[in-house]
């Protein structure tokens, strides 16, 4: 089993940065990609980023591409999603996921422990 508990959201202004961490506990994350979605109200949950296990390949989703940056620090079990020029359309409910493998993937369905996700407010 493992347990991926996010914080770091809030309410932020328009272009305001926030910091997201997933930090996970039962098992090392250290073999496997992890991966941030979000889901905003009315909508869909859709793919933000996605790094390899050892961090060496990254993949972004459109909107998060130039603005987003996540990472990992494989000794703290823990991964980070970095945002910047943060914009209302942010605003969502953002998840991690851990994945079932090594590399990274974009799809919902390579992702087998998802947090309970931290809200992102962000105002215009």
């Known amino acids: 089993q493992v347990q991926l508990v996010e914080s770091g959201g809030g309410l932020v202004q328009a272009g305001g940065s926030l910091l997201l961490s997933c930090t996970a506990s039962g098992r090392t994350l250290s073999n496997y990609a992890v991966a941030w ?3 905003a109200p009315g909508k869909e949950r859709s793919f933000v980023a996605a790094i390899r296990s050892t961090g060496h390949r990254k993949e972004y989703g459109g909107s998060a591409e130039g603005r987003f940056t996540i990472s990992r620090d494989n000794a703290k079990n823990t991964v980070y999603l970095q945002m910047n020029s943060l914009q209302p359309e942010d605003t969502a409910v953002y998840y991690c996921a851990k994945g079932r493998a090594a590399a990274a ?5 390579q992702y087998d422990y998802w947090g309970q996700g931290t809200q992102v407010t962000v105002s215009s």
């Open 37 to 39: 979605f979000r889901q």
């Open 105 to 109: 993937s974009r799809r919902m369905d």
